[in-house]
């Protein structure tokens, strides 16, 4: 018999969404109801301050190059300032095959992918205290990390995102993102797909670029600006205080990315997150990286690739969960107004 892969997606008929059943990672059903979410980890039992001890890195910079080591004669290079290093209960496991079959009238393939946590050295600092060129460094891990990737076997959507704090789902103190190459483009990026994808094709033109064009010149939703970069509060913001960081030139794929685009990244990254921190008291906030799929050779020119940015100012609840339609309690332009200022 066929061993059982880690995880399993496996297909919602009527949503039409993929979901992930993952196994590997699963407890005993009775562990679930008795659980309070624990504390984030901090101090000297954090992991991430004891990688040589367990864990293999896959890249590592060094004060803003990197690092050149070879894997199996080193794991850990002795000097690093941020790090990638395959996900200890991985949601997503590399195979040389994928798996596709049925179970009833359910399409079913195996959890195949690359899962990582990109980590960052001090326990402390996060990206508001980070000097820029340590934002940079951790852009250019995201990057070349994600050109490194593209081209494996069955990747087709790689995701990049950060969990901040407890009420963002974080399990670890220790400040890191992650990075979950997929076999197939997400429920999220689809729709964000084929809404730029209808626009373009009635107006030829991108969606971002309007909406971006309209938002700069109204100002009022701008939280901040540097000559590659837009960060605004969308006018339909999901949450309060939602940001999302637009590359001022239409482009669809983020691993195009050039050095000074990197940079300039890095400083509206750092200045968003700054500015959320010090307006609302640090908040817990999801960030992640919205691109063009990587794989079946299709062109998705119409794409424009940004960072969505959502504090944890409240829970879904009820009617969020049950109809999609999301609650956002303060206008954007007061948001941004107020975001401007810090
Ligand atoms: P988060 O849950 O967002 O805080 O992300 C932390 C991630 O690190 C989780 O996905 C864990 O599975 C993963 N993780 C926990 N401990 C280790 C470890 N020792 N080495 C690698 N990954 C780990
Ligand atoms: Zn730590």
């Not at 069955?154 to 076999?183: C, D, E, T």
């Not at 424009?304 to 944890?312: A, G, Y």
Request: aromatic share 10%; with cysteine; glycine share 6%.
């Amino acid at each position: 018999m066929q061993k059982k892969f880690p995880s399993e997606l496996r297909y919602d008929l009527v949503s039409q969404d993929w979901v992930l059943i993952a196994t590997g990672r699963a407890r005993r059903p009775e562990t679930f109801g008795a659980e309070k979410r624990q504390e984030v980890k901090t101090g000297k039992t954090c992991p991430f301050d004891a990688l040589a001890k367990q864990e293999c890195a896959t890249i590592a910079y060094n004060k803003g190059k990197r690092v050149d080591f070879s894997r199996g004669k080193v794991c850990i290079p002795s000097e690093w300032t941020t790090i990638s290093v395959a996900n200890k209960y991985p949601a997503f496991a590399p195979s040389k095959s994928l798996r596709k079959r049925y179970v009833g009238p359910y399409p079913v393939m195996d959890g195949v992918g690359f899962h990582e946590v990109i980590i960052t050295k001090d326990h402390k600092k996060d990206i508001p205290q980070f000097s820029l060129m340590q934002v940079k460094e951790m852009i250019d891990l995201y990057h070349a990390r994600y050109v490194d990737l593209k081209d494996e076997d069955h990747v087709h959507y790689i995701s990049i995102f950060k969990n901040k704090g407890l009420q963002a789902g974080a399990s670890i103190a220790h400040p890191h993102s992650q990075l979950i190459a997929i076999p197939m483009t997400d429920p999220d990026i689809q729709r964000s797909l084929s809404g730029s994808y209808a626009y373009f094709m009635e107006h030829k033109d991108c969606i971002h670029c309007m909406m971006l064009e309209w938002d700069r010149k109204d100002k009022k939703r701008i939280v901040f600006e540097n000559s590659l970069y837009a960060v605004v509060c969308p006018f339909a913001s999901r949450v309060s205080f939602e940001m999302r960081i637009y590359p001022k030139g239409h482009l669809p794929y983020f691993e195009k990315t050039d050095e000074s685009q990197r940079e300039g990244l890095a400083e509206a990254l750092q200045m968003a997150l700054k500015k959320l921190s010090k307006g609302l008291n640090d908040p817990d906030y999801n960030y992640f990286l919205h691109t063009a799929p990587v794989g079946g050779g299709s062109d998705y020119g119409h794409y424009h690739w940004h960072i969505e940015i959502l504090p944890k100012t409240s829970v879904p609840a009820g009617f969020e969960l049950g109809t999609g339609i999301e609650i956002s309690t303060i206008e954007p332009e007061k948001a941004a107004a107020f975001l401007r200022k810090q």
